[in-house]
């Protein structure tokens, strides 16, 4: 049989929900065999007790923290046991049995050793479960920290390092205040810069165009120079 068996999660399932008084005729509730213990010990041997009224034997089934039924052992009327994998033996576990008192030893119990665990009986072809016995290790509660009253000297490094930050923070909120300020001072002149020199590169190119066509006018239409006519002396 499997560890984790869905035909024995589907009975269990059927199991606790309609346990009736059927259930509690033919097995019993298991419980600690030592009425004094109520959780187990890490390392140390923990036994169980179910009792049934049934002639069939019964079977020990545990359900760990995630919900996976684990099988652990079959004990016949006869005290014959399988354990898991139709072992005849275990080192894990020990069984006996006494009338209808049919117990289970953990030798050394740990941490997977903790779970539900549920005694289960075949008879007349139908299946009945227990309820289950809760079997985990103690809950531990760890103690609060202590919290220390900060002394003069740590109070004032604490103030200073936050005075530190605070004045680190408003200089860089400064910085970029500062960055944004030049962003918008800057731009505007530079482009006025730009169009001032494009608006004096278009007059001085207007200037010269003016200039050519003027020097063109002055000259005759033959392009000789005109000559002065020569003017007779006059005797004296």
């Not at 390092?161 to 944004?180: P, R």
Request: hydrophobic share 35%.
């Amino acid at each position: 049989m499997t560890d984790a068996s869905p035909a024995l999660l589907l009975l269990l399932s059927l199991g606790l929900c309609c346990p009736g008084a059927q259930s509690q005729k033919y097995v019993t509730v298991p419980k600690f065999y030592d009425s004094k213990i109520t959780h187990p010990e890490r390392g140390k041997p923990l036994k169980l007790e179910c009792t049934s009224s049934a002639d069939s034997g019964i079977s020990w089934i545990r359900q760990d923290k995630a919900g996976t039924l684990h099988f652990i052992v079959y004990i016949s009327a006869l005290s014959r046991t399988t354990f898991e994998g139709s072992q005849k033996t275990s080192s894990r576990f020990q069984v006996s049995k006494s009338g209808t008192s049919y117990r289970l030893q953990v030798n050394s119990f740990e941490a997977q050793d903790e779970g539900i665990y549920f005694c289960t009986v075949n008879f007349n072809q139908v299946l009945y479960f227990s309820s289950g016995l809760r079997v985990f290790f103690p809950v531990t509660t760890t103690a609060a920290p202590v919290t220390t009253v900060p002394t003069t000297q740590s109070a004032q490094v604490t103030k200073r390092n936050v005075c530190l930050q605070s004045h680190e923070a408003e200089t860089s909120k400064e910085k970029e205040l500062n960055f944004f300020c030049e962003i918008f001072i800057w731009v505007p002149l530079a482009a006025a810069c730009i169009l001032l020199l494009i608006a004096l590169v278009i007059t001085i190119v207007l200037c010269q165009k003016t200039r050519r066509r003027r020097c063109r006018c002055k000259r005759p239409a033959n392009g000789k120079p005109k000559m002065k006519p020569n003017m007779p002396s006059q005797q004296i």
